[in-house]
């Protein structure tokens, strides 16, 4: 069975731009969650979604949004990038929203020049 | 504020011997306690959880024992293998209505050969 899949795997983008990344949850997994890890720090809580609605969002400025689509994955947004964006994005899937064991993907590496 | 601390950056023990990796938390709202194991390039990868009403749960070599009282959660992983050698995070699954998990910053462990 395929994993949780996230794209691309790395970017590089200039600080002011947008940018777009995409996850597909393990199948028949309703419930999609993005991290974003720093470099030597742990994976910290951005949003999470279930059944297409957001249930849950951490300490981070508007500039982040996200949706989840019917076929239950999902798109992570950022606008406007600071240099500070720059980071690993982890997405996560689990069956439901209550779900404690969470499935990571790979992550996107995104590098804000 | 760092609700869950790992304050041991890393850990080397010898192939063969215990490894015992620390996590504390300062916040009582949690249902659920995780480790997760993270190889470079890759997501996180569940290891084992913990509900908050035990006090140890096993799987194999790998032991997670809560003391709620201290409000600290180890991992031991009797007998260390070379392949264990990763970053391990704990994690704390919050019981609000995101059920997010909350992570450390992560330990290193070497395990030599």
């Known amino acids: 069975d395929a994993g949780v899949t996230q794209s691309p795997t790395h970017l590089i983008k200039t600080r002011g731009q947008q940018v777009t990344l995409r996850c597909s949850p393990i199948?028949?997994?309703?419930?999609v969650s993005w991290y974003q890890q720093v470099l030597g720090q742990g994976p910290q809580f951005i949003f999470q979604?279930?059944?297409?609605?957001?249930?849950g969002r951490g300490n981070f400025p508007d500039r982040f949004s996200a949706r989840q689509f019917p076929n239950y994955s999902s798109e992570l947004n950022v606008n406007a990038l600071l240099l500070g964006d720059s980071a690993l994005y982890l997405c996560?899937?689990?069956?439901?929203?209550?779900?404690?064991?969470?499935?990571f993907g790979s992550g996107t590496q995104l590098s804000v020049l | 504020d760092q609700q869950v601390k790992q304050n041991s950056p890393s850990l080397s023990v010898q192939e063969g011997r215990i490894s015992i990796l620390n996590c504390d938390y300062t916040?009582?709202?949690?249902?659920?306690f995780l480790w997760y194991k993270k190889y470079p390039a890759e997501g996180p990868t569940f290891l084992i959880s913990?509900?908050?009403?035990?006090d140890k749960n096993e799987d194999g070599r790998f032991t997670v024992f809560l003391n709620k009282s201290a409000k600290h959660l180890s991992l031991h992983i009797v007998p260390s293998q070379p392949g264990d050698s990763a970053v391990y995070f704990c994690?704390?699954?919050?019981?609000?209505?995101?059920?997010?998990?909350?992570f450390g910053s992560g330990t290193r462990l070497l395990v030599r050969p």
């Open positions: 994690a704390a699954r919050s019981m609000d209505s995101s059920y997010k998990l909350i």
């Open positions: 916040n009582s709202m949690f249902d659920y």
């Open positions: 199948s028949g997994h309703k419930s």
């Open positions: 979604y279930y059944e297409k609605e957001e249930r």
């Open positions: 913990i509900s908050s009403i035990k």
């Open positions: 996560a899937s689990s069956w439901d929203i209550m779900g404690e064991k969470l499935f």
